[in-house]
């Protein structure tokens, strides 16, 4: 084998991978794009911090594969776990009265580390069903207390909330154009994007706008058909936004005052990422009535999420005589389970949140000295959470045409000079490892900087700088 991972006649393996991959179908993919040109790379080992390609060359994971591998990848301790269980108990249903070890030790882990009364929690694959899970669960919740008008959701311009049906009608509708989706029970909110859309308001006079927004909403569309508020506590793959001081716990007070329910989509800020297990109540001073995670939950290692409830809803939905009639075959699988409890022991051992704050803090500020470069509007977020804005005038704010592609273009210049980041339109994201070094913060930011001054120079040749 060679040092990639690949057999050594690694030329033929890759062109065999390629055309095997002409049958995949890729996630939010220009899928003509790849028909015509194929380009795909091909990753094919991970250690701590870095990935390597088939060819086998190495690269920083700015990504975390994608906001997920928290504590690193090649983590021995998180596959043996798997590998363990895997030989005790491959897979058993958790519907009706099973269960098995593992997904009761996690359920109590979970919830004891979550604020407040959330002590009840339903497992599924993904923070899409996460999400929708919430939601279904708040329905059934409000049927049966005779209230069953209360179905709409309040999200926010900006949201990335999944992408199944329900979990695509609540995020931001730029990720669902030309597809359909159940957007008749879903109202957007103005984004808390001081950047965007304060147009001179200090910060408390807008954060007075948006409660002023989310209050005529309600008014307007009746809290008697309102179930839920879905909100990220960090906006994530919408662009990275952070609320104005305040924001979560006046949104809070409102859904508060009108019966909503209130759900923190932590998919992305849980388990560490801004320097805490969970950040609603320990960064926002929130305690939401439902806590949704996923990624980090276990660094990414098997497919799992979580839906956590309070006591109150939980004592509605296991009244005598009504079903709970929600469920996922690999709710709870055991595999899943034992990287979780794994990943989470990890994190609690080599106390990784806690570094988070301090090292996250670096990163976060080495990062926004970026914001001398002439195309970098504003640099957000928090700790292993960042945002780059790219604009064609920094006074005006103007972005680049949408045929120039800034996000990908400083993507490509990044991942050409080892670095994956991962563009969005005018922005890049970065959401690497939480296990990054000092001296691997300091390279990764050398050559961020290197890579858009590198953009710059060739905007500037092409005329459209």
Sequence with gaps: MAQDGLPND??????????????????????????????????????????????????????????????????????????????????????????????????????????????????????????????????????????????????????YHGSTYLAIAMTTPEYRKGWDSAEELVHHLVCPNAYREADGMNDDEFLDFLAEDMKNAIERIGAENIACFIAEPILGAGGVIVPPDGYHRRTREICSEYDIKYISDEVVTAFGRIGHMFSSQAVFGIEPDIITTAKGLTSGYQPMSATIISDEIFEVLSAQGAMFLHGMTYSGHPACAAAALANIAIMERESIPERVRTTGKIFEQGLRQLEDLDIVGQVRGSHFMMGLEFVRNKQTKALFDEEVKIGGRVAQAAQSRGLIIRPLGNMVVMSPPLVLTQEQIEEMIAVLRDSISAVIEDLKKDGNL
């Design 10 to 159: 690694s030329h033929g393996e890759l062109d065999r991978i390629l055309t095997n991959d002409s049958h995949h179908v890729h996630s939010f993919a220009d899928l003509w794009a790849l028909r015509q040109q194929g380009e795909t790379t091909v990753i094919s080992r991970g250690e701590g911090v870095h990935v390597y390609d088939a060819s086998g060359n190495r690269f920083l994971d700015g990504i975390g594969g994608l906001w997920c591998v928290n504590v690193g990848h090649g983590r021995d301790e998180i596959i043996d776990a798997i590998a363990a269980q895997m030989r005790e108990l491959d897979y058993y249903s958790t519907f009706y009265n099973l269960t098995h070890p593992l997904a009761s030790e996690l359920s109590q882990k979970v919830t004891s580390m979550a604020p407040g009364s959330l002590n009840h929690v339903y497992f599924a694959n993904s923070g899409s069903v996460a999400n929708d899970s919430a939601v279904r669960i708040l329905h059934a919740y409000f049927n049966r207390l005779g209230k069953p008008r209360k179905k709409k959701i309040l999200s926010r311009i900006g949201a």
